[in-house]
């Protein structure tokens, strides 16, 4: 795993570019009171660099032009005169000896520094007791003197750790700003840049005199991995990070008015309990995995010492949070195909102690569906597209609603019930329809089967349809009719909505616990050539990720997880990578995106993959688990997002399980001719690796999964058999050599 980024840059790219230094802005006079209460004046000239994060770089490859020398200026010689009204003058000892100042106001060094107020830049009030100050800011004080002492973190990096002489917890700049510890403020940036944001976290003279204070930086949007779709973000919302620099203190600026405010699913709860503030704050950044997470205990935020931010320090009983009571957590499987995602993650969730099974699943393909339904019986799966199904979900509330099952807007009842309640307006078109058809065949309903939104008919008339089954009428009768055109069934609608509410055939708000899926990619695919890099959202193909983001802010699920192809993070620069990100972030989702290969957890192949982490504020943010397969990482991954990549801490040592290879896989499979007909048959070999041990395995036979009732069977082998090619195919293969071999070349 790459190594921790350094801290000295608060807002630096995760491209690791390097940003230009700047010049000091102003021309100030540091004012000093060193034990000897001798006053000292340095003088910080325009040439004083400071780097963006603030801190300054000497003038000089010697160091003979730093600002912060502590030997006292020489003082020239002065020489007597007299002017015309007789007031005696002094005249500096210089060959031009332009320079003149009346005698009677010669004044001390001291004195101009007293006069010169507005100037000063300084700490005030008594310093903090030297035994608390080595208590709370120990790396200050290991020094014995020296001005500087390298340090070394656990994963090997080395910091220049700056030594104090005593720390101060108020400070005055410019000679009128009262900066108090712990105080939120603007530091100086780059001309034309807008002021960084931070939090005064620690105030202390240098050993060698020099005024600095630790700032522990806040992002704006644009300046995280969200880059320039932080516009999708608030303006006044920022995150506060756990990177911290040392800055001269005259860079502060002014102070601020932070807010701390509760992440809240529920936007305009959230929007109400902001007040009136410069910015506010609800979310921690962290370079490690692009996280955005819940911010620390009040008591952690102001912790000098910057905390470790590795996925492996989180709490290991993440997901226990989903269901906390003994019922079932539910899954919401989007663009399921056969149900492999949701499947895998229900064996996971399983093995770790929580009972997760996929509820409801959709797909636009109908043998996928028939697939999933035909494994997982319990499962309801609907074949239709995420735009459908989002639709349908929402007239499904309505309809719980006018039937008072679910708790709803009172405008979103009143809007549905004008197309269901039983008023004399359909009465009368159905008997005008009648009188126009003369002696016409009535159909009665008998009940309703199931619900859609679409066009199942495919007369493009979309909207909400019934399955109906009819009264004296067989199934091989049943149809799809407009809910419309059933205002007279309001017993049959009844029923029919009451029952589905109970055995919870679509989800309402709420009741899912996570949603899973991985939105088609044929827009971002490398295999693509016509791939729209300027504006990627416009292309169509790339629309089911904001489908995908719209259910989860309707459904608001506690966890989600998404999945998609490396391509999300390269192409475009990451663009559609960074927009998932921020609308989940905008909802206030806590938030991280990893890179895994599939070849390092024991699969015989590379396959990488992006997975997008969500949790509710209320929940614990789910980390990724750790290789356990030796894998060499090819280089899919910008260099940008190589901090994504989840793997072990950098120099740990770690004793991985060897890579598998196809044969691992394969070897024990029977072989199988062109006509081969059978949809079941015997392995014929026992397995020789421990993923084919695992692979045979049926479901009640799985991890997690009780096995009292299980009966033991023979494992059996199924759907292996080839696509059969026609005669002159076969013939063509067949004489493909199996081995390589030399051909002779003859002249």
Request: glycine share 6%.
């Amino acid at each position: 795993m790459p190594s921790t980024r350094r801290a000295s840059n608060p807002m630096e790219d995760t491209d690791s570019t390097k940003n230009p230094t700047r010049s000091s802005q102003r021309n100030r006079k540091t004012v000093l009171e060193p034990e000897n209460d001798e006053v000292v004046v340095v003088s910080e000239g325009e040439n004083s660099e400071v780097s963006r994060g603030g801190k300054r770089k000497e003038s000089s490859a010697s160091g003979a032009g730093n600002t912060a020398k502590k030997s006292k200026p020489s003082v020239p010689k002065m020489t007597p005169l007299e002017t015309e009204n007789g007031e005696a003058m002094v005249v500096d000892g210089t060959e031009n000896g332009s320079k003149t100042t009346p005698k009677n106001s010669k004044k001390t060094k001291k004195d101009v520094a007293v006069n010169e107020d507005e100037e000063e830049t300084k700490f005030l009030g008594e310093p903090v007791d030297d035994e608390e100050a080595r208590r709370r800011w120990p790396k200050r004080y290991q020094g014995k003197g020296a001005k500087k002492v390298i340090s070394k973190s656990s994963n090997g990096d080395s910091e220049e750790i700056i030594q104090a002489r005593r720390h101060y917890t108020q400070a005055k700049v410019d000679g009128c700003m009262i900066f108090n510890l712990y105080d939120d403020a603007h530091v100086k940036a780059e001309d034309g840049e807008d002021c960084y944001i931070c939090k005064i976290v620690e105030m202390f003279e240098a050993v060698d005199g020099d005024l600095y204070f630790t700032a522990q930086w806040f992002y704006r949007a644009q300046d995280t991995v969200l880059k320039t779709l932080g516009h999708l973000i608030d303006k006044k919302r920022v995150f506060f990070s756990q990177i911290q620099d040392d800055n001269p203190l005259d860079c502060l600026v002014a102070k601020l008015n932070i807010a701390k405010v509760s992440l809240n699913v529920d936007l305009e709860a959230k929007n109400k309990e902001i007040p009136s503030c410069d910015y506010y704050c609800d979310m921690l950044y962290k370079l490690e995995y692009s996280s955005f997470t819940n911010l620390p205990p009040e008591g952690k935020t102001n912790a000098s010492e910057e905390a470790s931010s590795t996925i492996s320090d989180d709490s290991p009983d993440t997901v226990n949070g989903a269901n906390s009571g003994s019922e079932d957590a539910s899954l919401l499987d989007l663009y399921s195909g056969c149900g492999a995602m949701s499947t895998g993650l229900c064996l996971g969730a399983n093995m770790a102690g929580l009972r997760l099974v996929t509820k409801w699943a959709v797909d636009i393909n109908k043998y996928a569906c028939e697939s999933l339904q035909w494994n997982h019986p319990e499962t309801t799966v609907r074949n239709e597209s995420a735009e459908d199904f989002l639709a349908l979900l929402k007239e499904w509330e309505r309809l719980c609603a006018s039937f008072s099952l679910s708790k709803s807007e009172n405008l979103e009842r009143q809007s549905f019930n004008s197309s269901v309640n039983e008023d004399n307006v359909n009465d009368e078109e159905e008997e005008e329809d009648e009188n126009e058809d003369g002696d016409g065949e009535v159909f009665e309903v008998e009940k309703f089967l199931a619900i859609c939104y679409g066009d199942p008919k495919e007369k493009g008339e979309r909207g909400l349809y019934l399955k109906v089954r009819w009264k004296n009428y067989g199934p091989e009768e049943d149809t799809w009719e407009p809910l419309d055109g059933l205002g007279d069934c309001r017993e049959c609608l009844k029923d029919f909505v009451t029952s589905g509410f109970k055995a919870k055939i679509l989800p309402l708000p709420g009741d899912v616990d996570v949603i899973c899926g991985g939105p088609p990619c044929q827009g971002i695919s490398g295999f693509n050539r016509f791939r729209n890099k300027d504006n990627p959202l416009q292309d169509e193909k790339n629309k089911q990720l904001q489908v995908f983001t719209e259910i989860v802010e309707y459904l608001k699920p506690k966890f989600v997880l998404m999945e998609n192809v490396v391509d999300i993070v390269k192409f475009a620069e990451g663009y559609l990578g960074r927009y998932a990100l921020s609308k989940l972030i905008h909802l206030n989702y806590q938030v991280r995106m990893g890179m895994m290969a599939a070849g390092a957890y024991g699969l015989p192949q590379f396959r990488m993959r992006a997975f997008f982490w969500g949790a509710r504020p209320n929940q614990k943010l789910p980390q990724y688990p750790l290789p356990t397969h030796d894998l060499v990482l090819r280089g899919v991954i910008p260099v940008e997002f190589e901090m994504n990549t989840v793997g072990w801490e950098e120099g740990k040592k770690i004793e991985l399980e060897k890579k598998l290879l196809l044969e691992d896989a394969i070897s024990d499979l029977p072989s199988v001719g062109n006509y081969e007909d059978k949809d079941e048959m015997d392995y014929e070999k026992e397995p020789k690796t421990e993923f084919q041990r695992f692979i045979r395995l049926r479901r009640e036979e799985m991890p997690g999964f009780s096995s009292l009732n299980a009966k033991p069977t023979k494992h059996l082998l199924y759907d292996h058999r080839p696509l059969q090619l026609n005669t002159d195919d076969y013939q063509r293969v067949c004489r493909v050599p199996k081995r390589k071999r030399l051909s002779r070349c003859y002249s």
